[in-house]
């Protein structure tokens, strides 16, 4: 357009920054900016706000910020909302710019709106910000916004992501007509919280009201039907996946059923939900080699990362996750270093799960300096990697070696818990250390650790 010499009005650009927005491509969006102010619409408030919420939502906070400054109406409420609901879906733990941003709206007196706080709850949310939310809460409240049912369920997702399930669910008995969202933050929310025969009861309380599963809720349920190893009741669901035709092409509620069928242990029909299946992607092969190797078919694992690579499927971040201990349990070093090296040129790494994997994988195939390499050379460490440090350690003897990587780990910000220090207490046993098993035995004391059933390994 801009070469022929057709026209542009706001219109045109409001499109363009609405897909540069899902794109989330920053160079992209730069383009469309300088384009914007060659055609002179810089000044134009709409677009303007449209441009903050482009920006945040390509991870260019400061490019919002700046362009936020120069809005001339930052005392109506749209600027602030793309501003915030950009700061929330930018994918980053950006919680103190979204609180920031709320208090400086109350603070300048914005009249806040239904789209404001269903973002800024979205936030607490993501954060477990419990207390932000209880003050929220009462702000709903005092500007008569509760009886919002968007916001209500907003409210039931904060609750439950914060461990409040008791409080989620008063919200949820207080609203008076109950849509498909509600309905679903319920059931995402029992999941999430790990009370599986709830979610369930929910879903079954749902459908006698007469309403019935989305693929949403259908995504949700079928890992929490695996869970609890139900798999008649996920035959029932998979007979409604069926029927409704259409949520069986999709290829998440696919990759969901066959996770659902492996952990269930029927791995037959979780192979035959693949090979039946039309189109796949990484997600549905990671399931189908997860599948293989909870349900303890190891080498056929391994073969399914070959196949996947021959359909032309690269495998994620997820799958080499899933890879890797398979590696560490046959004790293939040489799988394990082609899994490493694919790692290393994926740029997977650095991530500390996937650098911990490796430790131990290497540390079972007996070649501990590339374990203390890795260890070494990780910018970030956790606690699963100094305990995995030092059962690399004692795996291969070096128990000594071990108890040094103890010391440094208390001389850390991190401090051992339950699992490092049953560890500590199976190198006691071995090394006979009486002095060395009182005070780890302090430590457990000190930490409450006693209640826990430690099994020695």
């Not at 207080?174 to 059931?187: C, N, Q, S, T």
């Not at 490092?420 to 006979?432: E, G, N, Q, V």
């Amino acid at each position: 357009m801009d070469q022929q010499g057709i026209p542009v009005n706001p219109t045109t650009f409001s499109a363009l920054i609405a897909a540069c927005t899902r794109l989330k491509s920053l160079t992209k969006a730069k383009e469309i900016h300088t384009h914007l102010r060659i055609n002179g619409l810089q000044n134009n408030e709409f677009l303007r706000t449209k441009l903050v919420h482009m920006y945040t939502s390509c991870g260019s906070i400061e490019d919002a910020k700046r362009l936020f400054d120069e809005c001339t109406s930052t005392a109506t409420v749209y600027p602030w909302n793309a501003l915030i609901r950009g700061t929330v879906i930018s994918g980053k733990k950006r919680y103190g710019d979204v609180l920031s941003a709320y208090q400086e709206m109350r603070v300048n007196g914005v009249e806040l709106n239904e789209y404001t706080f269903s973002n800024v709850i979205k936030s607490f949310a993501g954060a477990s910000a419990l207390k932000q939310g209880f003050k929220t809460h009462a702000i709903m409240i005092k500007n008569g916004m509760i009886s919002s049912s968007v916001l209500r369920t907003s409210l039931i997702d904060m609750y439950f992501k914060c461990g409040k399930t008791r409080l989620a669910h008063n919200m949820f008995e207080e609203l008076l007509e109950r849509d498909i969202v509600a309905w679903g933050a319920m059931i995402a929310g029992f999941a999430h919280n790990r009370r599986q025969w709830e979610a369930l009861d929910y879903v079954r309380w749902m459908v006698s009201e007469g309403m019935y599963p989305n693929s949403v809720i259908i995504t949700t349920i079928l890992p929490v039907i695996g869970e609890v190893w139900s798999r008649r009741l996920g035959q029932e669901v998979h007979c409604y996946v069926l029927k409704m035709k259409g949520y069986a092409r999709e290829l998440s509620i696919q990759s969901g059923l066959i996770d659902m069928y492996c952990k269930c242990g029927d791995m037959g029909s979780g192979r035959r939900v693949f090979y039946g299946s039309r189109e796949r992607n990484v997600v549905s092969w990671t399931a189908l080699i997860s599948g293989y190797v909870s349900n303890g078919r190891l080498d056929q694992a391994l073969r399914s990362v070959v196949w996947m690579q021959q359909e032309g499927y690269r495998p994620d971040v997820v799958t080499v996750a899933t890879v890797i201990p398979v590696c560490t349990k046959l004790k293939t070093l040489k799988h394990g270093k082609e899994i490493h090296a694919f790692s290393v040129k994926k740029l997977f790494l650095p991530n500390v799960s996937l650098t911990t994997s490796l430790m131990k994988m290497y540390s079972k195939c007996g070649v501990l300096d590339y374990s203390v390499k890795l260890f070494d050379g990780m910018e970030a460490r956790n606690v699963i990697a100094w305990t995995a440090m030092i059962d690399s350690y004692v795996e291969n003897g070096c128990i000594y070696e071990a108890l040094n990587v103890f010391r440094f780990m208390q001389w850390s910000k991190h401090r051992p818990d339950s699992v490092t220090m049953a560890r500590m207490l199976s190198i006691c046993i071995k090394i006979k250390t009486l002095k060395f098993g009182k005070e780890i035995h302090g430590h457990i004391l000190k930490k409450d650790f006693e209640s826990i059933p430690f099994r020695f390994i």
